[in-house]
């Protein structure tokens, strides 16, 4: 088994939900929110963040798998798709990190051709060093060094996800 070593608490992560979720109800004052959940990793962080959220909130499904360092059309492979049609609706992605970038612009363009009412961009966690594709993102938890992190959701081999805190291998 790997060595660990934490990189962000339980108890940050908690409060930093804690407080996008205030900065979206503030901006979303009254309005129902629709949050598409990106199979698996980002699951637990979906739902910590609905559970702070008082507005009313609907929770949809997508799973993407990426492959090979490809262009963004073609290196990624849409596995399950939503259920429901989010026309109309305030939607919210919610990612648990971005990487390159690449799964993000895949899914924007995917989901804008749905008409949604307006779509925004909510990640746990960044690594901006390794940015290849560029994208918007509204709601960042935290930027962290270009480290594979696992935990809270992050799997390394489909194993970690359970872990309450986020945590690096260490050498
Ligand atoms: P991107 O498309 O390169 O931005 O990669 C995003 C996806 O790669 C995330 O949704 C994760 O599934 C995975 N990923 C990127 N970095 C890590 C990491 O440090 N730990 C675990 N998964 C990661
Ligand atoms: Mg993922």
Same mark, same amino acid.
């Given at each position: 088994?790997? #060595?660990?070593? +934490?990189?962000? &608490? #339980?108890? *940050?992560?908690?409060?930093? +939900?804690? &407080?996008?979720?205030?900065?979206? @109800?503030?901006?979303y @004052?009254g309005k129902e929110i629709t949050l598409i =959940?990106?199979?698996?990793?980002?699951?637990?962080?979906?739902? !910590?963040?609905?559970?702070?959220?008082?507005n009313n909130v609907k929770?949809e499904?997508?799973?993407?798998?990426?492959?090979?360092?490809?262009?963004?059309?073609?290196?990624? @492979?849409?596995?399950?798709?939503l259920k429901e049609s989010i026309e109309n609706k305030d939607v919210i992605i919610? @990612?648990?990190?971005? !990487?390159?970038? *690449?799964?993000?612009?895949?899914?924007i363009?995917h989901l804008k051709d749905r008409n949604p009412k307006s779509l925004k961009? =909510?990640?746990?966690?960044?690594? /901006?060093? *390794? *940015?290849?594709?560029?994208?918007? +993102? !509204?709601?960042?938890?935290? #930027?962290? /060094?270009?480290?594979?992190?696992?935990?809270?959701?992050? !799997?390394?081999?489909?194993?970690?996800?359970?872990? /309450?805190?986020?945590?690096?291998?260490?050498?």
């Amino acid at each position: 088994m790997e #060595e660990l070593k +934490v990189l962000i &608490e #339980e108890e *940050r992560i908690q409060k930093k +939900v804690e &407080e996008i979720a205030k900065k979206i @109800e503030k901006d979303y @004052e009254g309005k129902e929110i629709t949050l598409i =959940c990106i199979l698996k990793g980002s699951t637990f962080f979906t739902v !910590d963040l609905a559970k702070k959220i008082n507005n009313n909130v609907k929770i949809e499904f997508i799973q993407v798998s990426s492959y090979g360092a490809s262009t963004v059309s073609k290196g990624i @492979e849409l596995k399950l798709d939503l259920k429901e049609s989010i026309e109309n609706k305030d939607v919210i992605i919610v @990612e648990d990190i971005i !990487d390159t970038g *690449r799964t993000l612009s895949y899914l924007i363009e995917h989901l804008k051709d749905r008409n949604p009412k307006s779509l925004k961009l =909510c990640t746990l966690l960044d690594k /901006p060093e *390794r *940015r290849v594709y560029d994208v918007k +993102v !509204d709601y960042v938890g935290f #930027e962290i /060094p270009d480290k594979f992190v696992v935990g809270y959701g992050l !799997d390394y081999d489909e194993i970690y996800r359970n872990l /309450p805190y986020i945590a690096y291998i260490g050498e």
